[in-house]
Protein backbone atom coordinates (compact mmCIF):
# COMPACT_ATOMS: atom_id res chain seq x y z
CA UNK A 1 0.00 0.00 0.00
CA UNK A 2 1.56 3.38 -1.20
CA UNK A 3 2.54 5.71 1.75
CA UNK A 4 0.39 8.53 2.00
CA UNK A 5 1.98 12.00 1.48
CA UNK A 6 1.39 15.83 1.67
CA UNK A 7 3.36 17.89 -0.54
CA UNK A 8 4.14 21.26 0.97
CA UNK A 9 5.71 24.21 -1.25
CA UNK A 10 6.86 27.57 -0.42
CA UNK A 11 6.58 30.34 -3.58
CA UNK A 12 9.15 33.08 -3.05
CA UNK A 13 8.13 34.04 -6.70
CA UNK A 14 11.52 33.78 -8.54
CA UNK A 15 11.04 34.12 -12.27
CA UNK A 16 14.01 32.19 -12.85
CA UNK A 17 12.45 29.13 -11.28
CA UNK A 18 8.81 29.32 -11.88
CA UNK A 19 7.13 26.90 -9.34
CA UNK A 20 4.36 24.91 -10.99
CA UNK A 21 7.12 22.75 -13.53
CA UNK A 22 8.82 21.56 -10.43
CA UNK A 23 6.10 21.26 -8.46
CA UNK A 24 4.60 18.64 -11.08
CA UNK A 25 8.15 16.90 -11.18
CA UNK A 26 7.81 16.58 -7.21
CA UNK A 27 4.97 14.75 -7.77
CA UNK A 28 6.06 12.59 -10.56
CA UNK A 29 9.29 11.14 -8.04
CA UNK A 30 7.23 10.78 -5.28
CA UNK A 31 5.04 8.58 -7.99
CA UNK A 32 8.40 6.72 -8.57
CA UNK A 33 9.09 6.20 -5.06
CA UNK A 34 6.18 4.81 -4.30
CA UNK A 35 3.65 7.56 -2.76
CA UNK A 36 0.63 8.60 -3.03
CA UNK A 37 0.05 12.49 -2.97
CA UNK A 38 -2.82 13.61 -0.96
CA UNK A 39 -2.82 16.85 -0.57
CA UNK A 40 -0.68 20.00 -2.24
CA UNK A 41 0.05 23.03 -0.25
CA UNK A 42 1.62 26.34 -1.47
CA UNK A 43 2.64 29.51 0.60
CA UNK A 44 3.53 32.36 -1.38
CA UNK A 45 5.38 34.83 1.09
CA UNK A 46 8.73 37.06 0.02
CA UNK A 47 11.21 34.30 1.59
CA UNK A 48 11.09 31.36 3.54
CA UNK A 49 10.60 31.20 7.36
CA UNK A 50 14.34 30.71 9.17
CA UNK A 51 12.61 28.34 11.69
CA UNK A 52 10.32 26.40 10.34
CA UNK A 53 10.20 27.42 6.66
CA UNK A 54 6.50 27.77 6.69
CA UNK A 55 5.76 30.30 9.72
CA UNK A 56 4.77 28.60 13.38
CA UNK A 57 0.83 29.44 11.83
CA UNK A 58 1.06 27.79 8.55
CA UNK A 59 3.05 24.69 10.40
CA UNK A 60 -0.20 24.06 13.07
CA UNK A 61 -2.75 24.33 9.22
CA UNK A 62 -0.23 21.51 7.82
CA UNK A 63 -0.44 19.23 11.13
CA UNK A 64 -4.13 19.54 10.79
CA UNK A 65 -4.70 18.75 7.62
CA UNK A 66 -1.96 15.63 8.07
CA UNK A 67 -4.24 14.44 10.54
CA UNK A 68 -7.45 14.89 8.56
CA UNK A 69 -6.15 12.87 5.45
CA UNK A 70 -4.38 10.85 7.86
CA UNK A 71 -0.84 11.35 5.85
CA UNK A 72 2.04 9.47 6.82
CA UNK A 73 4.84 11.89 5.71
CA UNK A 74 5.02 15.37 4.73
CA UNK A 75 7.12 16.03 1.53
CA UNK A 76 9.16 19.38 1.43
CA UNK A 77 9.65 21.03 -1.88
CA UNK A 78 12.39 23.36 -0.94
CA UNK A 79 15.89 22.97 0.66
CA UNK A 80 15.03 22.15 3.93
CA UNK A 81 17.96 23.27 6.84
CA UNK A 82 18.30 21.17 9.79
CA UNK A 83 16.85 23.48 12.48
CA UNK A 84 14.00 24.28 10.25
CA UNK A 85 13.22 20.22 9.78
CA UNK A 86 13.65 19.82 14.03
CA UNK A 87 11.16 23.42 14.25
CA UNK A 88 8.76 21.71 11.77
CA UNK A 89 8.88 17.88 13.05
CA UNK A 90 7.87 19.46 16.64
CA UNK A 91 4.64 20.49 15.30
CA UNK A 92 3.75 18.25 12.74
CA UNK A 93 2.69 14.44 13.28
CA UNK A 94 4.63 13.20 10.39
CA UNK A 95 7.92 12.31 9.31
CA UNK A 96 9.56 15.11 6.75
CA UNK A 97 11.33 14.19 3.18
CA UNK A 98 12.65 17.05 1.26
CA UNK A 99 13.44 16.78 -2.39
CA UNK A 100 17.19 15.55 -1.61
CA UNK A 101 15.85 12.39 0.66
CA UNK A 102 13.26 11.97 -2.18
CA UNK A 103 15.50 11.70 -5.06
CA UNK A 104 17.69 9.32 -2.63
CA UNK A 105 15.49 6.73 -1.95
CA UNK A 106 14.41 6.95 -6.19
CA UNK A 107 17.96 5.93 -6.81
CA UNK A 108 17.58 3.24 -3.89
CA UNK A 109 14.46 1.44 -5.50
CA UNK A 110 16.14 2.16 -9.12
CA UNK A 111 20.16 0.90 -8.31
CA UNK A 112 20.39 -3.26 -9.78
CA UNK A 113 23.83 -3.66 -9.81
CA UNK A 114 26.29 -3.35 -7.00
CA UNK A 115 28.33 -0.55 -7.87
CA UNK A 116 24.89 1.13 -8.47
CA UNK A 117 23.91 -0.11 -4.72
CA UNK A 118 27.08 1.16 -3.46
CA UNK A 119 27.07 4.78 -5.03
CA UNK A 120 23.47 5.12 -3.39
CA UNK A 121 24.61 3.81 -0.06
CA UNK A 122 27.22 6.19 0.16
CA UNK A 123 24.92 9.00 -1.32
CA UNK A 124 22.34 8.38 1.45
CA UNK A 125 24.78 8.26 4.23
CA UNK A 126 27.12 11.29 3.75
CA UNK A 127 23.39 13.00 3.36
CA UNK A 128 21.97 11.68 6.87
CA UNK A 129 25.79 12.47 8.28
CA UNK A 130 25.66 16.10 7.71
CA UNK A 131 21.68 16.68 7.41
CA UNK A 132 20.29 14.46 10.78
CA UNK A 133 22.86 13.12 12.64
CA UNK A 134 22.93 15.40 15.69
CA UNK A 135 19.98 17.78 14.91
CA UNK A 136 17.87 16.97 17.17
CA UNK A 137 15.28 14.67 14.49
CA UNK A 138 13.69 11.59 15.34
CA UNK A 139 15.25 9.27 13.56
CA UNK A 140 13.07 6.46 14.20
CA UNK A 141 10.28 7.84 13.45
CA UNK A 142 11.24 7.44 9.49
CA UNK A 143 11.02 3.89 10.06
CA UNK A 144 11.44 1.94 6.73
CA UNK A 145 9.23 3.89 3.91
CA UNK A 146 10.08 6.86 1.25
CA UNK A 147 13.20 8.78 2.52
CA UNK A 148 14.95 5.64 4.10
CA UNK A 149 14.58 3.06 1.79
CA UNK A 150 17.82 1.47 0.12
CA UNK A 151 21.03 -0.33 1.05
CA UNK A 152 21.59 2.12 3.65
CA UNK A 153 18.41 1.97 5.71
CA UNK A 154 19.50 -0.15 8.33
CA UNK A 155 22.45 2.18 9.38
CA UNK A 156 19.83 4.96 10.17
CA UNK A 157 20.24 5.43 13.65
CA UNK A 158 23.98 4.31 14.09
CA UNK A 159 26.00 6.60 15.59
CA UNK A 160 28.65 9.12 13.70
CA UNK A 161 31.47 7.30 14.20
CA UNK A 162 30.07 4.12 12.57
CA UNK A 163 28.71 5.82 10.11
CA UNK A 164 31.85 7.76 9.11
CA UNK A 165 33.77 4.38 8.80
CA UNK A 166 30.81 3.36 6.62
CA UNK A 167 31.49 6.05 4.54
CA UNK A 168 35.28 5.14 4.32
CA UNK A 169 34.47 1.94 3.64
CA UNK A 170 32.56 2.39 0.43
CA UNK A 171 35.01 5.11 -1.10
CA UNK A 172 37.39 2.10 -0.73
CA UNK A 173 35.45 0.05 -2.53
CA UNK A 174 34.18 2.72 -5.11
CA UNK A 175 37.62 3.95 -5.61
CA UNK A 176 38.86 0.59 -7.21
CA UNK A 177 35.43 0.88 -8.99
CA UNK A 178 36.95 3.43 -10.36
CA UNK A 179 40.08 2.65 -11.32
CA UNK A 180 39.10 -0.86 -13.06
CA UNK A 181 37.10 1.38 -14.53
CA UNK A 182 40.08 3.60 -15.98
CA UNK A 183 41.99 0.11 -17.00
CA UNK A 184 38.74 -1.23 -18.91
CA UNK A 185 38.92 2.58 -20.60
CA UNK A 186 42.31 2.13 -21.32
CA UNK A 187 41.77 -0.79 -23.27
CA UNK A 188 39.31 0.12 -25.59
CA UNK A 189 40.56 1.59 -29.00
CA UNK A 190 39.31 2.30 -32.04
CA UNK A 191 35.63 3.15 -32.32
CA UNK A 192 34.90 6.72 -30.55
CA UNK A 193 33.07 6.87 -27.53
CA UNK A 194 29.56 8.96 -27.96
CA UNK A 195 27.34 9.47 -24.21
CA UNK A 196 23.85 10.75 -24.64
CA UNK A 197 23.37 12.37 -21.34
CA UNK A 198 20.02 14.67 -20.32
CA UNK A 199 17.29 15.54 -17.93
CA UNK A 200 15.97 12.29 -16.34
CA UNK A 201 13.14 10.57 -18.70
CA UNK A 202 14.10 12.45 -21.84
CA UNK A 203 14.40 9.02 -23.57
CA UNK A 204 18.01 8.25 -23.70
CA UNK A 205 17.83 4.42 -23.19
CA UNK A 206 15.00 4.55 -25.89
CA UNK A 207 17.00 6.08 -28.22
CA UNK A 208 19.98 3.68 -27.57
CA UNK A 209 17.96 1.29 -28.00
CA UNK A 210 16.81 2.51 -31.37
CA UNK A 211 20.43 3.36 -32.63
CA UNK A 212 22.19 0.36 -31.37
CA UNK A 213 19.34 -2.29 -31.65
CA UNK A 214 19.96 -2.77 -27.43
CA UNK A 215 17.69 -4.31 -25.30
CA UNK A 216 17.73 -0.87 -22.01
CA UNK A 217 15.26 -1.06 -19.60
CA UNK A 218 13.21 1.32 -20.17
CA UNK A 219 10.49 3.16 -18.34
CA UNK A 220 7.80 6.20 -18.36
CA UNK A 221 9.28 7.58 -15.03
CA UNK A 222 12.43 9.51 -13.43
CA UNK A 223 15.58 8.05 -13.02
CA UNK A 224 14.80 4.63 -14.42
CA UNK A 225 18.25 4.10 -15.72
CA UNK A 226 21.33 4.41 -12.94
CA UNK A 227 23.75 2.14 -14.49
CA UNK A 228 25.86 3.15 -17.30
CA UNK A 229 25.35 1.11 -20.46
CA UNK A 230 27.64 0.86 -23.20
CA UNK A 231 26.42 -0.56 -26.95
CA UNK A 232 28.01 -0.58 -30.22
CA UNK A 233 26.05 1.42 -32.71
CA UNK A 234 26.83 1.70 -36.83
CA UNK A 235 26.24 4.87 -38.05
CA UNK A 236 27.54 4.47 -41.99
CA UNK A 237 28.53 2.10 -43.52
CA UNK A 238 32.74 3.33 -42.51
CA UNK A 239 31.49 4.59 -38.90
CA UNK A 240 30.96 2.35 -35.79
CA UNK A 241 30.99 3.95 -32.28
CA UNK A 242 30.43 3.28 -28.66
CA UNK A 243 27.00 4.43 -27.57
CA UNK A 244 26.73 4.64 -23.62
CA UNK A 245 23.71 5.35 -21.84
CA UNK A 246 24.39 7.54 -18.46
CA UNK A 247 22.04 8.06 -15.55
CA UNK A 248 19.77 11.20 -16.16
CA UNK A 249 20.10 14.59 -14.70
CA UNK A 250 17.77 16.67 -12.96
CA UNK A 251 17.58 20.50 -11.80
CA UNK A 252 19.91 20.95 -8.37
CA UNK A 253 20.82 17.10 -8.38
CA UNK A 254 22.33 16.31 -4.90
CA UNK A 255 26.10 17.36 -4.87
CA UNK A 256 26.26 13.80 -2.59
CA UNK A 257 24.96 11.90 -5.33
CA UNK A 258 27.05 13.99 -7.85
CA UNK A 259 29.99 12.97 -5.76
CA UNK A 260 29.41 9.38 -5.07
CA UNK A 261 28.33 8.31 -8.85
CA UNK A 262 31.98 9.93 -9.53
CA UNK A 263 33.09 6.92 -10.83
CA UNK A 264 30.46 6.49 -13.37
CA UNK A 265 30.45 10.22 -14.46
CA UNK A 266 34.23 10.01 -15.27
CA UNK A 267 33.26 7.60 -18.40
CA UNK A 268 31.74 11.27 -19.52
CA UNK A 269 35.31 13.04 -19.75
CA UNK A 270 36.47 10.14 -22.34
CA UNK A 271 33.63 10.43 -24.79
CA UNK A 272 34.35 12.16 -27.85
CA UNK A 273 30.99 13.59 -28.05
CA UNK A 274 28.05 13.93 -25.92
CA UNK A 275 24.70 14.19 -26.99
CA UNK A 276 22.45 16.58 -25.64
CA UNK A 277 18.64 14.73 -25.45
CA UNK A 278 15.84 16.95 -24.72
CA UNK A 279 12.51 16.08 -24.08
CA UNK A 280 10.79 18.18 -26.44
CA UNK A 281 6.86 17.39 -25.85
CA UNK A 282 7.82 18.99 -22.16
CA UNK A 283 6.84 22.74 -21.72
CA UNK A 284 9.52 23.50 -19.42
CA UNK A 285 12.48 21.79 -22.21
CA UNK A 286 14.03 25.12 -22.06
CA UNK A 287 14.63 24.83 -17.71
CA UNK A 288 15.80 21.07 -18.08
CA UNK A 289 17.87 22.11 -21.02
CA UNK A 290 19.50 24.36 -18.68
CA UNK A 291 19.66 22.50 -15.76
CA UNK A 292 22.04 19.96 -17.99
CA UNK A 293 24.18 22.01 -19.09
CA UNK A 294 25.15 23.42 -15.87
CA UNK A 295 25.70 19.89 -14.79
CA UNK A 296 27.82 19.10 -17.09
CA UNK A 297 29.53 22.70 -16.93
CA UNK A 298 30.17 21.64 -12.86
CA UNK A 299 31.57 18.30 -13.90
CA UNK A 300 33.95 20.29 -16.32
CA UNK A 301 32.88 19.30 -19.81
CA UNK A 302 32.33 22.61 -21.17
CA UNK A 303 35.12 21.36 -23.96
CA UNK A 304 33.77 18.60 -25.10
CA UNK A 305 32.06 18.95 -28.05
CA UNK A 306 27.94 18.30 -27.65
CA UNK A 307 25.03 17.94 -30.52
CA UNK A 308 21.70 19.01 -29.44
CA UNK A 309 18.89 16.58 -29.93
CA UNK A 310 14.83 16.74 -29.64
CA UNK A 311 13.41 13.45 -28.49
CA UNK A 312 9.69 12.89 -28.63
CA UNK A 313 8.68 14.63 -31.55
CA UNK A 314 5.90 12.40 -32.20
CA UNK A 315 4.07 13.97 -29.05
CA UNK A 316 4.94 17.59 -29.49
CA UNK A 317 1.41 18.17 -30.99
CA UNK A 318 -0.40 16.33 -28.79
CA UNK A 319 0.84 17.64 -25.64
CA UNK A 320 1.65 21.12 -26.82
CA UNK A 321 -0.64 22.38 -29.17
CA UNK A 322 1.48 24.49 -32.43
CA UNK A 323 0.77 27.81 -31.32
CA UNK A 324 1.95 27.26 -27.66
CA UNK A 325 5.59 26.20 -29.00
CA UNK A 326 8.30 28.33 -28.18
CA UNK A 327 10.85 27.76 -31.19
CA UNK A 328 13.27 24.73 -31.03
CA UNK A 329 16.92 25.30 -31.29
CA UNK A 330 17.22 25.42 -35.49
CA UNK A 331 20.42 23.50 -35.19
CA UNK A 332 19.11 20.59 -33.22
CA UNK A 333 18.06 16.92 -34.79
CA UNK A 334 14.41 16.76 -33.98
CA UNK A 335 13.81 12.66 -33.65
CA UNK A 336 11.40 9.85 -32.38
CA UNK A 337 12.95 6.92 -30.91
CA UNK A 338 9.38 5.43 -30.77
CA UNK A 339 8.56 5.72 -34.15
CA UNK A 340 12.37 5.94 -36.09
CA UNK A 341 11.55 9.60 -37.46
CA UNK A 342 14.62 11.49 -37.60
CA UNK A 343 17.06 8.65 -36.91
CA UNK A 344 19.00 8.58 -40.01
CA UNK A 345 19.80 12.56 -39.91
CA UNK A 346 20.86 12.05 -36.60
CA UNK A 347 23.36 9.02 -37.44
CA UNK A 348 24.53 11.14 -40.20
CA UNK A 349 25.04 14.53 -37.94
CA UNK A 350 27.05 12.56 -35.35
CA UNK A 351 29.18 11.07 -37.71
CA UNK A 352 29.83 14.22 -39.58
CA UNK A 353 30.51 15.84 -36.10
CA UNK A 354 32.86 12.87 -34.96
CA UNK A 355 34.62 13.77 -38.35
CA UNK A 356 35.16 17.20 -37.79
CA UNK A 357 36.42 16.83 -34.15
CA UNK A 358 38.82 14.31 -35.63
CA UNK A 359 39.66 17.00 -38.29
CA UNK A 360 40.53 19.45 -35.80
CA UNK A 361 42.62 17.35 -33.63
CA UNK A 362 44.67 16.33 -36.03
CA UNK A 363 44.99 20.24 -37.25
CA UNK A 364 45.68 21.24 -33.67
CA UNK A 365 49.88 22.19 -33.37
CA UNK A 366 51.69 20.31 -31.26
CA UNK A 367 52.56 22.45 -27.55
CA UNK A 368 55.36 22.65 -26.33
Known amino acids: MPQRGVIVAVDVRDPRRPLEPELDEFAALIEAAGGEVVERIVQRRAAVDPATLVGEGKAREIAELVRERS ?7 NEIRPRQRKNLERIVPAAIVDRTMLILDVFARHARSSEGQLQVELAQLRYRLSNLIGVGADLSRLGGGIGTRGP ?3 KLEVDRRRIQRRISALRRRLEVVRRSRAVRRSGRGGEPLVALVGYTNAGKSSLLNA ?24 LTPEVTVRLADTVGFITDLPKDLVTAFRATLEELHEAQLLVHVVDASAADHSRRRAAVEAILHDLGLDETPRLLVFNKSDLITAVRP ?23 LLRARVAAALERNAAADHEEPDRP
Open 71 to 77: ADLVFVL
Open 211 to 234: LARADAYVADRPFATLDPLVRRAR
Open 152 to 154: GET
Open 322 to 344: DDEHDVLDPDAVLVSARTGAGLE
